[in-house]
């Protein structure tokens, strides 16, 4: 079973626009949310995680929203560029080791 | 700096064949996990390993499935009698006890 779920499957942002990417889980026992970014032919690359003790975390553009009582967090790409055009999957893992992706959202910025 | 290296990078295969994959963790990682990724879908995890121990092995499907990670040399995921089915990236990662996962950039399966 899919342990999160993640929204949209695609996304089409315009050059400087903001992209918003959702997700939920399950498992209240998740305690590392952390978001990958992957482009074609490549590995998934982190590009930014969060831990459930804090509702917000900010780097450079990209920003991560956690809700815990909804069991829900999100990416925001502000400022998106056609650089960032790729997909991204959400992921969540409890005190072990294996992470749990969402399905991926394929993310599209146009000039 | 190497990162996780894979190879091969792309591998056909007919059914029935058997498929070896090989994954380099990062310098000074011991902790190696294998994921599948099929068409349209998030990373399925299969497998984690430490150095000559498989530490949890709950995603491999039971059967024509195996992993290695023995104390010299790379992490070896093994596919006996491949099927069409197989046909999926897999990718590698390393990390250190309890940290982040880096990974790999894939190999790609072909079953004919």
């Known amino acids: 079973q899919q342990q999160v779920k993640q929204s949209p499957q695609s996304l089409i942002v315009q050059k400087g626009g903001i992209s918003i990417i959702n997700c939920a889980y399950e498992n209240t026992a998740f305690d590392y949310f952390p978001w990958y970014q992957q482009f074609p032919g490549k590995g998934p690359a982190l590009l930014i995680a969060i831990r459930p003790d804090v509702s917000e975390k900010k780097e450079g553009r990209f920003t991560i929203s956690f809700n815990k009582s909804a069991k829900q967090f999100s990416l925001h790409i502000m400022d998106s560029q056609p650089g960032d055009s790729a997909t991204y999957f959400c992921?969540?893992?409890?005190?072990?080791?294996?992470?749990?992706f969402g399905k991926g959202t394929s993310l599209l910025v146009t000039p | 700096n190497a990162g996780v290296m894979q190879n091969p990078r792309h591998l056909v295969r007919r059914r029935g064949q058997e498929a070896r994959l090989r994954c380099s963790p990062m310098k000074g990682h011991s902790h190696v996990y294998w994921y599948r990724q099929l068409p349209e879908e998030g990373l399925k995890f299969m497998v984690y390993l430490q150095k000559e121990n498989i530490i949890d092995e709950s995603g491999m499907p039971k059967e024509r499935f195996s992993a290695e990670f023995p104390k010299e040399g790379p992490s070896i995921l093994r596919i006996q009698q491949v099927v069409r089915g197989d046909s999926a990236a897999y990718f590698c990662?390393?990390?250190?006890?309890?940290?982040?996962?880096?990974f790999g950039p894939g190999t790609r399966l072909t079953v004919l």
């Open positions: 990662a390393s990390s250190l006890p309890g940290s982040e996962q880096f």
């Open positions: 992921a969540a893992r409890n005190s072990g080791y294996a992470l749990n």
